[in-house]
């Protein structure tokens, strides 16, 4: 059974970090990414990693500032959120795809992931 469950969410300051955690279970995802939903906002992809390539997108609002990264040994998909600013606060969410999605210079559309975790939330204050 495939189960995303992510962790690490919290409130900090602006100018914070955060990293949020998601263990990976029950299939061999061929790209993973953490959205995010703000309320009243669509859901918008902020990272992405290509598994076997390692290979990394970033949406422009948080290049420079967030880092995706894996840990294929512990089944693991990590977001590394630094200088975090009001606007990042959101429900964060970790997806995975299993090999639909086609390698972009963006994050792929949310609709390529089949598989969803429950979300984490992250509040930045100014």
């Known amino acids: 059974q495939a189960q995303l469950v992510e962790s690490g969410g919290g409130s900090v300051q602006a100018g914070g970090s955060l990293r949020l955690s998601c263990q990976v279970s029950?299939?061999?995802?061929?790209?993973m990414a953490w959205f995010r939903q703000a309320p009243g906002k669509e859901r918008e992809g902020v990272a992405a990693i290509y598994v076997r390539s390692n290979t990394t997108v970033y949406t422009d609002s948080v290049k420079g500032r967030f880092t995706i990264s894996q840990d294929s040994a512990l089944n693991m998909l990590y977001l590394q959120m630094n200088s975090l600013k009001p606007e990042d606060t959101a429900t964060y969410y970790c997806?995975?795809?299993?090999?639909?999605?086609?390698?972009?210079?963006?994050?792929?559309?949310?609709?390529?992931?089949?598989?969803w975790g429950h979300g984490t939330q992250v509040t930045v204050s100014s």
């Open positions: 029950g299939y061999s995802y061929k790209c």
């Open positions: 997806a995975g795809d299993l090999g639909w999605a086609p390698i972009m210079e963006r994050v792929p559309p949310a609709a390529y992931f089949g598989y």
